[in-house]
Every structure is written in C-alpha cells, then in structure tokens.
C-alpha cells in the first residue's frame, strides 16, 4: 500500500492506494463515531459486507443508505434523503459520512457533509477508475440542478481517501476505458514521461491488468494532488485538470447525459481540444498524432463515429459557461506534459476544432 497526501489551505489527509486495503487497520481511526455509509447500489456484495460490517463494528452510531447512481439522481431529492436521515437519526457535529461509490456517491456523499450542520468530516473509498483517479482527489463536492450539472457544490476536503483497486473488478470495460480518460488527461497536462508509460502499456491497462492500473492510479492521483495542493479552490493552474472539459461537458449536454458518459465525452473532448492547441499554440503533428492515437485507442469505433453540429455545442459551452458566471477558458497544449489557460479565442477557431479525425 502508498500513501500520496494532499496538503491543502483548509486540510492536509491521506490518499492510501493498494489492493485489498479495507481492513479494519486502515478504519480504525473513526472508533466510536456517528457513521452514516452511502453506498453505489452496483457494490459488489462481499466488498459491500467487508465495509458495512467494519464500519458498524467500530462505530457508536451507524446507519447505511444505498442509493442508485445516475445524474438525475445527483439531485437535491436525493440530498435531503440524506441529510433528513441525519436529522431523524440526531446525527451530531461529530459525526462522520463515508461514501463508498463512483463518482456521484463521492460528489453527493461529500455535498451532504459539507452542508450538514454547516460541515461535517467524510471518507471516501472510491469504486470506479473514473472516481478512484479525480473525483475522489480534490475536494469539489456538488449535486446537479435542472439547469446544469454540478451546479450546487462546495469545496469540502475529505478526512481520508482509501483507493482500493479490488473494487474495480466489477466494472465493465467500457468503465475502465472511461477512467483511463481522465488517466491521459492527467499526463497530458503535467508529465511527458507518464504519457509514453501509458503509450507502452495502454493494451495492459485496457484489459484491467491490476499491476499496471494500480500504477496508473497512483500516478495520476500524484499529479492531480500536486496540482490540487497549489490551487485548492481553482483560481489558476487547477483550471489545467479541466482539459477536454469545455468541449466535453458541452458533448454530454449534447447527448442529454444519456449518449456519453462524463469519461466519454471528456475523450472525445481532448481530440478536439488537441485540435485546438494545434491552431492556437501549434502543436507539433507528430504530438497531435501521439496524442490522438492513445485516445483513439480508448474509445470504441461507435463513438469515433459521432458526428457533432459544431454550432450547436458551441451554443452549448457558451450557455454552460454564463450559467456558471465564468468566461468561457480552454485548456490548450503547448506540448505534451505542458498545459495553458486561454480564454478569448475565435469562434472559427472552435468551430473547426470540433471534429474527430
Ligand atoms: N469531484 C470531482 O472532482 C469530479 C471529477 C470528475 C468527475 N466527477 C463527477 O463524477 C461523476 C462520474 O463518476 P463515475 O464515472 O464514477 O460515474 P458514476 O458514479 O455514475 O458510476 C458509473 C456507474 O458505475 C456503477 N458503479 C460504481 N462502482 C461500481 C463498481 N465497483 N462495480 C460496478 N459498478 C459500479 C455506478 O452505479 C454507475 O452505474 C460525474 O457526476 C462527474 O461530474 C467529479
């Protein structure tokens, strides 16, 4: 097992990352607690009872809520559920939340904490790749509104993290592939080194091999936690981790968030973001190609197909981004490993950046 910390303005907490590493050793430190666990309802059985059976064993007070994970879910309906169990249950300021579910039960669980009696402590153990590598990481919690996703958030740092990779054996392929998105993304932004590692092993990773994907892991969460640790709350270079995310979340309005999945749309996010970087800061073809061909090989033939009306997604970033009062930023690479903040770029420009070749 590693540990990687995260030292932040508001709280310094461990990340521990390793196979097999729910046991009670690493609980132990929330003895006599009030814990209320909110699990993914797609847990695994015997790791759900690993958890549920430690946790009650070492609490004062404990109480379990299993919640289904999708967007329309990560709503206020589902916030109150929470919090009205922590009130019926006179859950006190020392109590303490534990999530144990993608990213959504990680945003959600983590959004009732911060709001509950004006900031409770939680953990998180995290149970796809997606979440395991940066939703966990960082602290945003969020639920979503009608209007737009992660609207209603708070920065709120979690006690502990604990990245167990046993959980990702019952994730589908495609769940691997997704958080192996969010895996590149990290390379792309800070470390050329990583990228060429995951060029060699990407066949490896795809196919779950546990070795390399609990090195895939920690390395990513090394780089977002470097980055997290300057930037907390996302005034400069934390803003480099939404790389392929103005594009993709503008894509997964597009497809109602239904037709791609957050990794999804980030992927086919950084194709066009790379396309980007090509026309403003000239990235080198063969980078682009590099760059290209590793995504490439992440994403079925079927989405390599999509077809976008590139005014409409412009529309679309463009409405997500005065929603949130922010201009509307790329993240552009000048090269791999080196990423900027730009704002102020044409229309054109975006325009001809939206395709997938
Ligand atoms: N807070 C952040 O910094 C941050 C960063 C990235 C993404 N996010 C958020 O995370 C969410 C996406 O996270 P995600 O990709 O984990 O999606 P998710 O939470 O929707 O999980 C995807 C699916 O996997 C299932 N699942 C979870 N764990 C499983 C397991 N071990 N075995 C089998 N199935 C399992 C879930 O029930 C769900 O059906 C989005 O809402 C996004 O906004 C947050």
């Given at each position: 097992?590693k ?18 590493i ?11 607690k009030?814990?209320?666990l909110?699990?993914?309802s ?15 064993n070492i ?29 019926e249950k006179?859950?006190s300021?020392?109590?303490?939340l534990?999530?144990?579910g ?18 409770v402590?939680?953990?998180?153990i ?9 939703a ?7 639920i ?11 920065f709120?740092?979690?006690s502990k993290v ?6 990702l054996?019952?994730l589908?392929?495609?769940q691997?592939?997704?958080g192996l998105?969010?895996?590149?993304k ?9 990228f060429?590692?995951?060029e060699?092993?990407?066949?490896d990773?795809?196919?779950g091999?546990d070795?390399?994907?609990?090195e ?22 934390r803003?480099?981790?939404n ?18 999945s ?8 950084m194709?066009?973001?790379?396309n ?15 760059i290209?061909?590793l995504?490439?090989?992440i994403?079925?033939?079927?989405l ?8 409409d ?7 997500d981004?005065?929603?949130?009062g922010?201009s ?10 080196e990423?900027?903040i ?5 229309e ?10």
């Amino acid at each position: 097992m590693k540990e990687i910390k995260i030292n932040t303005d508001s709280r310094n907490y461990p990340v521990l990352v390793g196979t097999n590493i729910l046991s009670e050793n690493n609980l132990k430190e929330f003895s006599n607690k009030e814990i209320l666990l909110v699990i993914d309802s797609k847990i695994e059985e015997s790791v759900k009872k690993e958890v549920q059976i430690t946790l009650s064993n070492i609490s004062l007070k404990y109480s379990e809520l299993t919640i289904e994970a999708s967007e329309e879910n990560k709503s206020s309906k589902t916030l109150s559920i929470i919090h009205d169990l922590l009130i019926e249950k006179s859950y006190s300021r020392d109590c303490i939340l534990f999530a144990l579910g993608g990213g959504i039960i990680c945003d959600m669980t983590g959004f009732a904490a911060a709001t509950f009696l004006r900031g409770v402590d939680f953990v998180l153990i995290p149970s796809t790749l997606l979440s395991q590598v940066d939703a966990s990481v960082g602290g945003k919690t969020a639920i979503n509104h009608p209007k737009g996703k992660n609207m209603i958030g708070a920065f709120h740092q979690p006690s502990k993290v604990i990245t167990d990779t046993k959980l990702l054996k019952s994730l589908e392929k495609v769940q691997i592939r997704e958080g192996l998105a969010e895996i590149i993304k990290h390379a792309l932004i800070k470390d050329e080194a990583f990228f060429k590692w995951l060029e060699e092993n990407i066949e490896d990773l795809i196919e779950g091999n546990d070795v390399k994907l609990l090195e895939a892991i920690y390395k990513s969460i090394e780089i977002k936690a470097e980055v997290v640790s300057q930037d907390e709350t996302e005034q400069g270079i934390r803003k480099w981790l939404n790389f392929g995310h103005t594009f993709g979340h503008a894509i997964e309005v597009y497809g109602n968030y239904k037709r791609f999945s957050h990794g999804e749309a980030v992927a086919l996010g950084m194709i066009m973001a790379t396309n980007l970087s090509q026309k403003i800061l000239n990235l080198g073809k063969k980078e682009i190609d590099k760059i290209k061909q590793l995504i490439y090989s992440i994403l079925s033939e079927e989405l390599l197909k999509s077809e976008f009306q590139p005014n409409d997604l412009v529309r679309l970033m463009s409405a997500d981004k005065k929603k949130k009062g922010d201009s509307l930023n790329f993240i552009l690479l000048s090269s791999i490993g080196e990423a900027q903040i730009l704002s102020d770029i044409q229309e054109s420009d975006i325009i001809e950046s939206i395709k997938l070749t």
